[in-house]
C-alpha cells in the first residue's frame, strides 16, 4: 500500500493572544491518499483553514507530527519548508494574491522562473490556455474580474506541477455562478493532472463534489464521510 501523501499525528496548535493561549487545533489526526479529493468544512472559527496552514507548513504545530509528500514538515527549518511548498504544494487563497503590478502571465510564469525553469512563460501560456485566459495573458488584476482572478491564481498553483493542493475558501469572493465555473474548472484539473486536493469551504454542495468530506467544530475532527458513489 502507498503511503499518505498527507499524514498529520496528535496535531495541536496553540496560539498566543493578550487573555493567554488559545487552542486552535486539538488532537487532529489525519490521512490523505495520493489523488484524493477531500473537503474540510465547519463553522467559522472551527480550525479549518489553521489546519490548512499547517499542512502547508506556514503555520507550525505546537504538538504532533507532520508529514507532507514524505517530508517531515515538524523537522524542518524555514528554508526547507520553502522549498518544499514550492515543490510539491500549490496553494489557492480566497483573496487571490496575485502581485498586482505583474500581468497575468507574469503571475503565473513567476514560481517558474523562481524554480530556474527555462520554459517559464512558455508553460505559463500553457496553463493560462487550459483555464481559458489565452486572451486575458497581457492583463493585469486590477483589468480582471474575479473570477479570472482565480483562475490565474489556479494556474499559477499548478505551475510546478504540484502532488497537493490546498485551496482556501476558493470561491469566497466570487457570485454562485463564477464559483461553480471555478470548482468545475478546480476538479477537473485535479482529475486531469491526478492531483491530491484538500479544499476549505462553507459550501456544503461543493464539498459533496469531493470524495471525502472532513466536518470540523472547536479545533478537533468531529466526523467524516465518504461521498456516495454516483
Avoid: W, Y
Avoid at 71 to 92: K, N, P, Q, V
Avoid at 97 to 115: C, G, K, Q, R, S
Avoid at 120 to 131: M, Q, Y
Avoid at 190 to 209: C, F, G, N, P, Y
Amino acid at each position: 500500500m502507498s503511503q499518505p501523501i498527507v499524514a498529520l499525528e496528535d496535531i495541536q496548535l496553540t496560539l498566543t493572544s493578550r487573555a493567554g493561549p488559545v487552542e486552535i487545533l486539538r488532537d487532529v489526526t489525519l490521512s490523505v491518499a495520493e489523488g484524493e479529493g477531500m473537503a474540510i468544512v465547519g463553522p467559522s472559527g472551527s480550525g479549518k483553514t489553521s489546519l490548512l496552514m499547517v499542512i502547508a507548513g506556514l503555520e507550525r504545530a505546537t504538538r504532533g507530527k507532520v508529514r507532507v509528500a514524505g517530508h517531515d514538515l515538524t523537522a524542518l527549518d524555514e528554508d526547507s519548508l520553502a522549498l518544499i511548498r514550492g515543490a510539491e504544494i500549490g496553494i489557492i487563497f480566497q483573496s487571490f494574491h496575485l502581485v498586482p503590478t505583474m500581468t497575468a502571465l507574469e503571475n503565473v510564469a513567476l514560481p517558474l522562473e523562481f524554480a530556474g525553469a527555462p520554459d517559464a512563460f512558455a508553460t505559463a501560456r500553457e496553463l493560462l490556455d487550459e483555464v481559458g485566459l489565452d486572451h486575458r495573458m497581457d492583463h493585469f488584476p486590477a483589468q480582471l474580474s474575479g473570477g479570472e482572478q482565480q483562475r490565474v491564481a489556479i494556474a499559477r498553483a499548478m505551475s510546478r506541477k504540484p502532488r497537493l493542493i490546498l485551496a482556501d475558501e476558493p470561491t469566497g469572493n466570487l457570485d454562485g455562478k463564477t464559483g461553480k465555473h471555478i470548482v468545475d474548472l478546480l476538479f477537473g484539473l485535479q482529475r486531469r493532472r491526478e492531483t491530491t486536493l484538500i479544499l476549505v469551504t462553507h459550501d456544503a454542495r461543493i464539498a459533496a463534489d469531493c470524495g471525502r468530506t472532513i466536518h470540523m467544530a472547536d479545533g478537533e475532527i468531529e466526523s467524516a464521510e465518504e461521498a456516495l458513489a454516483s
